[in-house]
T-cell receptor
Framework: DAKTTQPTSMDCAEGRAANLPCNHS???????VYWYRQIHSQGPQYIIH???NNETNEMASLIITEDRKSSTLILPHATLRDTAVYYC?????????FGRGTSLIVHP | GAVVSQHPSWVICKSGTSVKIECRSL??????MFWYRQFPKQSLMLMAT?????????EQGVEKDKFLINHASLTLSTLTVTSAHPEDSSFYIC?????????????FGEGSWLTVV
């Protein structure tokens, strides 16, 4: 699987958009980009995934650059409950492996 | 999304005893389940891949005789920590996939806290 690079931590004001970047410069053509988040002491929660096109669901939007070497997860209106570690995963095989992720802190 | 459930959520056991953790896919059939371990302030570490009806595939450094994995049905996989020791205390998480394609989403259970005293 392609390796990913994410900032260690970020913070965001409540009600504002949170934009979490992820670099995956070695991604290959059949590898999907997945985003999960993990709230303290819980299992990871699936957020969204995509291959080439931008995706949106009730939780977030995923923007993938045209060369697919990076992506951005957007939480349009962050709330305090969005404070979590966010993992960007690139899957080439069916086994997901996790990096360190980005610790997002949403403050009042 | 699909639901994966783990039981128990937390367990305390004495050193030297064995403890079993169950992972169930509640609303879909999972041919493949994954077991992870997570230590405080660290990321998830894959322990093994469990395929229904066959032996689990363990990651390097994970003792298969210590961490017994059984995947007897399409909705249930179990992890048994045998002869547990304090260093086995950790957060154990399972996940399940709807299929083997890389586009098939993987869903995670709530996790199980194991404390060995």
């Amino acid at each position: 699987d392609a390796k990913t690079t994410q900032p260690t931590s970020m913070d965001c004001a409540e009600g504002r958009a949170a934009n979490l970047p992820c670099n995956h410069s070695t991604i290959s053509g059949n590898e999907y980009v997945y985003w999960y988040r993990q709230i303290h002491s819980q299992g990871p929660q699936y957020i969204i995934h995509g291959l080439k096109n931008n995706e949106t669901n009730e939780m977030a939007s995923l923007i993938i650059t045209e060369d697919r070497k990076s992506s951005t997860l957007i939480l349009p209106h962050a709330t305090l409950r969005d404070t979590a570690v966010y993992y960007c995963i690139v899957r080439g095989s069916y086994i997901p492996t996790f990096g360190r992720g980005t610790s997002l802190i949403v403050h009042p | 999304g699909a639901v994966v459930s783990q039981h128990p959520s937390w367990v305390i056991c004495k050193s030297g005893t064995s403890v079993k953790i169950e992972c169930r896919s509640l609303d879909f059939q999972a041919t493949t389940m994954f077991w992870y371990r997570q230590f405080p302030k660290q990321s998830l570490m894959l322990m093994a891949t469990s395929n229904e009806g066959s032996k689990a595939t363990y990651e390097q450094g994970v003792e298969k005789d210590k961490f017994l994995i059984n995947h007897a049905s399409l909705t249930l996989s179990t992890l048994t920590v045998t002869s547990a020791h304090p260093e086995d205390s950790s957060f154990y998480i399972c996940s399940a996939s709807l299929g083997h394609l890389t586009g098939n989403t993987i869903y995670f259970g709530e996790g199980s806290w194991l404390t060995v005293v």
